[in-house]
T-cell receptor, first 112, second 110 residues
Framework: SQTIHQWPATLVQPVGSPLSLECTVEGTSNPNLYWYRQAAGRGLQLLFYSVGIGQISSEVPQNLSASRPQDRQFILSSKKLLLSDSGFYLC???????????FGEGSRLTVL | RKEVEQDPGPFNVPEGATVAFNCTYSNSASQSFFWYRQDCRKEPKLLMSVYSSGNEDGRFTAQLNRASQYISLLIRDSKLSDSATYLCAVNKGNTDKLIFGTGTRLQVFP
């Protein structure tokens, strides 16, 4: 069966520090991969979307970047965090064409 | 107009009640529709896909109305454990990208 792992689960970072969140999927090949952010009391915002290694689509202009160095690995990064980057970051995967997303357990980021 | 809109609620209902949520979407090219459940401080989990003919899974029934561009979720015989936020999701045009509503909060009380 397919599983998705995301880490770290919680982190507190100062403004201006770098960020790296990692996500891996097991049990499937060539998944679509996604990064979403959910700010406190708000909906899920799609940040990045990837259909394959090195293929990243950025959905909104922001202080973040994403990379997909391997088929089942997706990384979210920032060089310098802003206060507004605080939120609940969720990695997800889907089988191309099905539309059904399956989420990791999320990473809760607080920028101070 | 937002791409996907939901009434944020909360909907406060007694155990055993029937409750329904609607979700409207703006892109008529959308083809895939879903309901997700999200518990407090947890990740969303797929509750059910919404098919053109409608579909039922136990106490849950989902419907799609393409003409009016909305989907609905009906929960019968509500349980305390149904308390959660229900998110609708619609694909963006002809892509696999899912756009989520902000969610409808349901609170079932004894």
């Amino acid at each position: 069966s397919q599983t998705i792992h995301q880490w770290p689960a919680t982190l507190v970072q100062p403004v201006g520090s770098p960020l790296s969140l990692e996500c891996t999927v097991e049990g499937t090949s060539n998944p679509n991969l996604y990064w979403y952010r959910q700010a406190a009391g708000r909906g899920l915002q799609l940040l990045f979307y990837s259909v394959g290694i090195g293929q990243i689509s950025s959905e909104v202009p922001q202080n973040l970047s994403a990379s997909r160095p391997q088929d089942r690995q997706f990384i979210l990064s920032s060089k310098k965090l802003l206060l507004s980057d605080s939120g609940f970051y969720l990695c997800a995967w889907s089988v191309s064409g099905t539309g059904e997303l399956f989420f990791g357990e999320g990473s809760r980021l607080t920028v101070l | 107009r937002k791409e996907v809109e939901q009434d944020p609620g909360p909907f406060n209902v007694p155990e055993g009640a029937t409750v329904a949520f609607n979700c409207t979407y703006s892109n008529s090219a959308s083809q895939s529709f879903f309901w997700y459940r999200q518990d407090c401080r947890k990740e969303p989990k797929l509750l059910m896909s919404v098919y053109s003919s409608g579909n039922e899974d136990g106490r849950f029934t989902a419907q799609l109305n393409r003409a009016s561009q909305y989907i609905s979720l009906l929960i019968r015989d509500s349980k305390l454990s149904d308390s959660a936020t229900y998110l609708c999701a619609v694909n963006k045009g002809n892509t696999d990208k899912l756009i989520f509503g902000t969610g409808t909060r349901l609170q079932v009380f004894p």
